[in-house]
């Protein structure tokens, strides 16, 4: 049974930094895992994925050249990168992946997901 739990969220001042992190146990042979995040009051939006095989990557353009989204194979870990942390950031992020077979054009859509994580709060004030 695969399992995904996030965690290095927190609190950080505009133009902080922050690195969250998503390991994976069980099944680790995912086509792709991505972020993605919900604000207070809002519905959830794609934030980066990431194909497992090719190792590319896919940005919401709201954080293209801020966040970075990588894997670590070795330590069966999704990581977040974030920098030049803005008020919009602010949300819970969680990590996902898919347990069943299939591919997707539109890696950044959360319909192709089936397991979440938990979430990690981030919380950016001024």
């Known amino acids: 049974q695969v399992q995904l739990v996030e965690s290095g969220g927190g609190s950080v001042q505009t133009g902080g930094s922050l690195r969250l992190s998503c390991v994976v146990s069980?099944?680790?042979?995912?086509?792709?895992m991505g972020w993605f995040r919900q604000p207070a009051g809002k519905r959830r939006e794609a934030v980066a994925a990431?194909?497992?095989?090719?190792?590319?990557?896919y940005y919401s353009d709201s954080v293209k050249g801020r966040f970075t989204i990588s894997r670590d194979n070795a330590k069966n870990t999704l990581f977040l990168q974030m920098t030049g942390l803005e008020l919009e950031d602010t949300a819970v992020y969680y990590c996902?992946?898919?347990?069943?077979?299939?591919?997707?054009?539109?890696?950044?859509?959360?319909?192709?997901?089936?397991?979440w994580g938990q979430g990690t709060q981030v919380t950016v004030s001024s």
């Open positions: 996902a992946t898919r347990t069943r077979p299939g591919y997707t054009s539109s890696p950044l859509d959360a319909n192709y997901y089936n397991l």
């Open positions: 990431l194909a497992t095989g090719s190792m590319s990557t």
């Open positions: 069980g099944d680790t042979s995912r086509r792709f």
